[in-house]
């Protein structure tokens, strides 16, 4: 994502910096091909914005990195929170910067990154100074003011991101529950029968999901964060953590549960169904 928006970006003639210390070699390909130019961390205090884009487990840490560079800056830059946390943690983060005194804006982001003819995520943007961020829609980014206090666009991004990566962890367990029971077949033609929307939906979504499913393991744990207050609902989500967590190790490793994957949104209706 943090890539795609910085394509989307450097096309309409922004400069956006990053800091690649420690990244791998695969995020140095993607941001020299989004026109990124590398700085050292502290000289992402250069920038206007600073939008934190990571994954979930990484937003608390980098913003603590960012503490001595901001707090000493003499032009505070704009930090904002894109990530996939909860309400919670992004309250933690917004705590961790606080004595840096550089405003603070939550954004929770929905959608894919920008692609061919689509034209990517809107961005949620709440807290007080949220409106700084309208002036970026000049340059690409569909940012959408919600006018409440930080933690509500990561609220948000929460009970979205809870139905559709929710959906699909449920969707995938059941897959994998025919497939052990050898029905995988008749499941997949009742879909394309009863549900064939639904069954679209899934050949696109899982395929996206597996070399994902690593990053959505911690994702989850933002939502159970987010569900906590209904024990039945956070347990859903601590159990999705766990299909993905396994279906990610299965992912880079014996690819078993893959295959099984691959196999289901390959019948068609004509096969014999085992």
Known sequence: MGSGLARLLTAHGVQVLTALSGRSDASRARAAAAGMQAVPLEGLAQADFILSILPPAHALPFA????????????????????????QTLKSIAGVLRETEAAFVDVGIIGLPPQGDYPGPRLYAAGKDA????SLND???????????????????MAYAGISKGLTAVASSMILAATRDGVA?????????????????????????????????????QIRQFAAADPAAAEIYAGAGKLYERIAADFSGAQLEIAAFDAFLSLSAGDPGE
């Open 64 to 87: 603590r990195s960012l503490v001595p560079i901001l707090r000493n800056a003499v032009r505070k830059p704009l930090f904002v929170d894109c990530n996939a946390v909860s309400p």
């Open 131 to 134: 409106a700084r961020l309208i």
């Open 139 to 157: 340059y690409g980014l569909q940012i959408c003011l919600l006018e409440t206090p930080i933690g509500s666009a990561s609220a948000l991004k």
């Open 185 to 221: 077949g008749q499941l997949q033609r009742e879909l394309a029968a009863s549900e064939p929307l639904l069954l679209a939906s899934l050949a696109r979504r899982i395929p996206d999901m597996l070399p994902k499913a690593y990053r959505w393991v911690e994702e989850m744990e």
